[in-house]
């Protein structure tokens, strides 16, 4: 039986650090696409020398030919530009629109039977016009954005409550951008909801709300740091556990931009919502219930997407 194979669309700073994760998890093989040609043979060469020390047993390689992504069995689009200092995802729309196009038509002629993952920004966005321009069904194109949210907020919790964060679950809901909404009713630390440990004295709502804004604001802290792109380890690593979850059937329950045809009263759209992921791809969107406070907030959330999508359809004519 031969190994898995992974296509990464985007040999940049997320591209580098997936191929790095997927072969040290030893999740399959993998090839390293990009239109700068030198960078994902360079890379592809670079990870597999640490294939000794380290000990994996998986072939990677790099090329600027979308003929290489054949059979893929996940493919992971990282490709595009990522925002500087004072952008916000959503600046980069009509730049990584076109991306998208051709990444699109690259996978349906070469991988049309792949589960994708999107990470390109501004997300929501990015990942229904990457359905529509593959054509692929909307259950195998899902975007990422809502592990890597719920991961910082788990950080800034486990820091908080000085708990170990394998104890905090949480939860992030709606767009990837300044409306998500982290669920706090539904995040908990050992089980106990965050509102009953506010109640208990372990924190304050003052400081809870604060987590909550910093975690909306979570890309944008490290793009300020960095000043010359943004997060990558945690981006990647979310990615790479949605893609471990498909390829072992794992049926994990994350938070995905995920197609909504019914679910949340969404009239086919994709939106940060709660889905299982195995080997059918997104098997199931769990329609949770939202209290009126919190459907407010989704609401707004996604209101915003709806708008990057017009703006989509504005930009590109075949997408209207
Ligand atoms: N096809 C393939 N690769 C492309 C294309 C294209 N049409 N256009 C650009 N690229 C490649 C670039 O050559 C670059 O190597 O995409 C890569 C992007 O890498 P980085 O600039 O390092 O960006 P990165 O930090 O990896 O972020 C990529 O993910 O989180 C989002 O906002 C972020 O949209 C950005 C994306």
């Not at 049309?112 to 195998?140: E, H, R, Y």
């Not at 939202?290 to 997407?305: G, I, P, T, W």
Request: aromatic residues 6%; proline residues 4%.
């Amino acid at each position: 039986m031969s190994r898995p194979k992974i296509a990464l669309i985007g040999a940049g700073q997320i591209g580098g650090t997936l191929a790095h994760l997927a072969a040290i998890k030893e999740l399959g093989d993998v090839v390293l696409f990009d239109i700068a040609d030198g960078i994902p043979q360079g890379k592809a060469l670079d990870i597999a020398e640490s294939g000794p020390s380290e000990g994996f047993d998986a072939a990677l390689k790099g090329t600027t030919d979308y003929a290489d992504i054949a059979g893929a069995d996940v493919i992971i689009v990282t490709a595009g530009v990522p925002r500087k200092p004072g952008m916000s995802r959503d600046d980069l729309l009509g730049i990584n629109l076109k991306v998208m196009k051709s990444v699109g038509e690259g996978i349906a002629a070469n991988a049309p039977d792949a589960f994708v993952i999107c990470i390109t920004n501004p997300l929501d966005a990015m990942v229904w016009a990457l359905q529509q321009f593959s054509g692929l069904p909307a259950n195998k194109v899902v975007g990422m954005a809502g592990v890597l949210d719920s991961a910082r907020f788990r950080h800034f919790l486990s820091v908080e409550f000085d708990v170990s964060m394998k104890d905090v679950t949480a939860f992030v809901l709606g767009g990837h951008g300044d409306t998500m909404v982290p669920s706090v009713r539904y995040s908990t630390v050992g089980g106990i909801p965050l509102p009953d440990l506010v109640e208990m004295g372990w924190t304050s709502q003052e400081k809870l709300d604060e987590i909550v804004q910093r975690t909306r604001d979570g890309g944008a802290e490290i793009v300020g740091l960095l000043k010359t792109g943004s997060a990558y380890y945690a981006p990647a690593t979310s990615a790479i556990e949605m893609a471990e979850a498909y390829l072992k059937d794992q049926k994990r329950l994350l938070p995905c931009a995920a197609y909504c045809d019914g679910e949340f009263g969404l009239d086919g759209m994709y939106v940060g919502v709660p889905t299982i992921i195995g080997a059918g791809g997104i098997e199931k969107v769990v329609n949770i219930k939202l209290n009126k406070e919190e459907q407010e907030m989704f609401d707004v959330s996604v209101n915003a997407v709806k708008g990057l999508v017009e703006a989509c359809k504005g930009i590109d004519e075949t997408l209207a």
